[in-house]
């Protein structure tokens, strides 16, 4: 492997400052500031690992994290939190995401995107950033773009510190996964990516939960419990549980389009069918919040109930944009046996995985009642 420099100049990759980003320069120093303790603890090579955070000015909504001589990094990329933000903006003013929040006579000017995700990420139209009127709505779109940046970082911090880039550098030139192809550098497709993936997103969902949830917390054997306050930054439990939901989605679906513009194509890709991530990501949350609170998955679940708008919202947004196909037949099926098919691989890379691991557990092989609810059913 190269060094970073070497490989940024290969590439001919510019680097950009951060402080013509706050916006990036807010997400990353969020992030810092949540992980530091545990990046201070992270091992390469039995070395103190090091990690770089760059920001590249190559356009979309995308990011890559790598393994390189001199240092682990994870490259973000310029436009990806302008983009959000403005869908996020766009989400809320549909007015179908948590209508409760805003003021009560708030009328809603919903905007509409004049083309598909696609031609956002390519920048071929015009988004309005513009605040939305209501204050406390346009507070509510950026506590969703806040927590898409925090996951995209996590996710990225995921890839490396899970052992999963020094794993593809043992058996491909470069240690490095990107996610969605940028015209330079390919995004590898098929089983074990989409593995990796869910277990990317699994990771990274648990630290944007405690952003949203703010819980106070402790450790029991090595286990981090959660003691989860009624209210947070943003409203209730469950209209922060919602803004999670919908920052993952509206990544998720970004990256869906790309892949492939046919929502019904059941192949492998880089990253597990949009129904399936999003179906893992909601069983991650209902998991997360009880077994690190112990409470019942029910109640978890019951936290839930307004995050289902947030699909009617994206088609609004793009309406008359995305293809519409109501019925696949089989799709249920095929949704269990991917994830059957994600079990078996697990079974088979998380040893692999655990040699490169820097810090930290990797989701086990064999699920436990946490140590600090041993009467809570429920195993993670
Ligand atoms: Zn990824």
Known sequence: ???????????????????????????????????????????????????????????GLNAFAASFDDADVICLYRDTVRLIRATARGLVSQGLLLPHIGAENNIVKSRHFSGPPRQVLTNEIDLCDDPLEDIERDRLALHITRLAAHFIIQHEFAHISNGHTSWIGSQRKLALIIEMDDGHLESTKGMERETLEWDADSTAITHVLKIALNPEMFTIDG????????????????????????????????????????????????????????????SAITLNISFRSGTTEKEADAHLAN??????????????????????????????????????????????????????TLAPLVRTRHPAFPNNDVIG
């Open 1 to 59: 492997m190269p060094t970073f420099e070497e490989f940024a100049a290969t590439e001919g990759m510019q680097l950009l400052a951060y402080d013509d980003h706050p916006d990036w320069l807010d997400a990353v120093a969020e992030f810092y500031a949540n992980m530091t303790p545990f990046i201070g603890n992270c091992l390469r090579s039995g070395e103190p690992m090091i990690l770089d955070i760059h920001l590249v000015d190559r356009p």
């Open 223 to 282: 286990r981090t419990a959660w003691k989860i306050p009624n209210r947070n930054s943003i409203g209730d439990v469950g209209d922060a549980v919602t803004c999670v939901v919908a920052a993952f989605f509206l990544c998720g679906a970004y990256f869906a389009s790309v892949e492939s513009s046919l929502w019904w194509d059941l192949e492998p890709r880089s990253h597990p069918h949009p129904a399936i991530r999003m179906a893992s990501i909601i």
């Open 307 to 360: 995050a289902s708008s947030i699909i009617p919202s994206w088609l609004s947004l793009f309406r008359g944009h995305l293809p519409q196909k109501d019925h696949v037949p089989g799709f249920l099926d095929f949704c269990d046996n991917r994830l059957k098919q994600y079990d078996t691989v697990w079974q088979r890379l998380e040893p692999e995985l655990r040699k490169f691991k820097r810090g930290g």
